[in-house]
Nanobody
Framework: QVQLVESGGGSVQAGGSLRLSCTAS????????MGWFRQAPGKEREGVAR????????NYADSVKGRFTISQDSAKNTVTLQMNSLKPEDTAMYYC???????????????????????WGQGTQVTVSS
């Protein structure tokens, strides 16, 4: 069974930076896609950033391109989300996700649809004040 441990959320002023980390245990070779989703109150979940672990292909939501960077440490089964130039609209609960069933890989990386990710962390809150 996959377990995801997230860390690094918090509060920051607009323009600041935060770094989220997620360490996964129990993953198998079928777990090709990991990433981060977020959900703000009253809004749908958004696939912020994903990474294809076999090769490092990354995908980003348009809303975070150029500001967020997802990376991995394969040896530690850790995925990190570096968030720079944060905006108040980035305020949300951020969830680490893993696809353990092989549903998320697509041409060019990993799916942005939440239903393709069957393992979710508990979430870490990110709050950006103006």
């Amino acid at each position: 069974q996959v377990q995801l441990v997230e860390s690094g959320g918090g509060s920051v002023q607009a323009g600041g930076s935060l770094r989220l980390s997620c360490t996964a245990s129990g993953v198998t070779r079928r777990s090709k896609c990991m990433g981060w989703f977020r959900q703000a109150p009253g809004k749908e979940r958004e696939g912020v950033a994903r990474i294809y672990t076999s090769g490092g292909i990354t995908n980003y939501a348009d809303s975070v391109k150029g500001r967020f960077t997802i990376s991995q440490d394969s040896a530690k089964n850790t995925v990190t989300l570096q968030m720079n130039s944060l905006k108040p609209e980035d305020t949300a609960m951020y969830y680490c996700v893993v696809d353990t069933q092989g549903r998320a890989p697509i041409a060019g990386g990993c799916s942005r649809w939440e239903y393709n990710y069957n393992s979710w962390g508990q979430g870490t809150q990110v709050t950006v004040s103006s």
